[in-house]
């Protein structure tokens, strides 16, 4: 299926590793122009070069941290500079934050500075542009609602989907969709720190009726298909992507 991205431009956040840089690699085959940010300029390049070496168009590269207002008004001046007006937004910058019972506003706030408020803000940014182009995606990567313990991250993703339900509907008319994908377990640098390989089987025996940890590709090629024209009619959605992990309606 011919995805009609060519040429699209994108802008990728958490993009340093694991699920981001799928999600760059994923837009970048179906012909999209990606920009990609994270804090980690190291990686960036070497995700740029890894793409180049397999015959893919280099994305161009920001390097902020998106937690500071001065970095994402950078990531977002510096994108469009660099391709043009945004067209596609994917909000994949976030991370696991457990706390304890006790947990004070610093942790909570750091929770919520990167796994909420920097999507919010970089949407913000980036709307007027779509708005006037009567033409535009998010698509924001969240987290599933069956925490298992005390996890300030995901509170900050419940909220990202019930602010991203709520634009949907403001911008539904003007070709901008909004959409959340919450993954299961997907293979990651932070998966790969919080689920030693000896203590996986466990999990996902309790917890992954489909039998393993998917792959970034698997959670980015829902997130090609959502950024894309053929994708219009979808909007406010959460759509996981878990192998049957979630038990619960959304
Ligand atoms: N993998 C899973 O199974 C899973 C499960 C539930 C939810 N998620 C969500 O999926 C998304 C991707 O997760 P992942 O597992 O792929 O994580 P990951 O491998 O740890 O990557 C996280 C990305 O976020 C970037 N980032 C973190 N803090 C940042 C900051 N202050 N400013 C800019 N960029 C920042 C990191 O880049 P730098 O460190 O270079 O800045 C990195 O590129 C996250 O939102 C996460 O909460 C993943």
Known sequence: MDLLLKGRRCLVTGASAG??????????????RV???????????????SMEVAGLERP?????????IDGVKRVARDAAATVGPIEILVNCAGGSRPVAVEAGDDAWDEAFAI?????????TELLP????????RIINVTGLMEPHFLNAA???????????KGLSRDLAAEGVTINSVPPGRIESEQV???????????????????????????????????????A????GTVIPVDGGMSQFAY
Do not use: C
Request: net charge positive; aromatic share 10%; proline share 4%.
């Open 35 to 49: 920009v990609a940010t994270a804090r980690r300029k190291d990686l960036l390049e070497s995700l740029a070069d």
């Open 129 to 136: 542009a779509m708005r006037q182009a009567r033409w535009g």
């Open 60 to 68: 161009a590269i920001v390097a902020a941290d998106i937690t500071e």
């Open 19 to 32: 699920i981001g840089a799928g999600i760059v690699e994923a837009l970048t085959r179906e012909g999209a």
């Open 154 to 164: 995901l509170s900050a993703k419940a909220a990202l989907h019930l602010w991203a």
């Open 192 to 230: 790969d720190r919080l689920y030693p390989t000896d203590e996986r089987a466990d999990f996902i025996k309790r917890y992954i009726p489909i039998g393993y940890f998917g792959k970034p590709a698997d959670l980015a090629n829902l997130v090609a298909f959502l950024a894309s024209p053929l």
């Open 115 to 123: 796994n909420f408020t920097a999507a919010r803000r970089l949407t």
């Open 232 to 235: 219009g009619y979808i909007t």
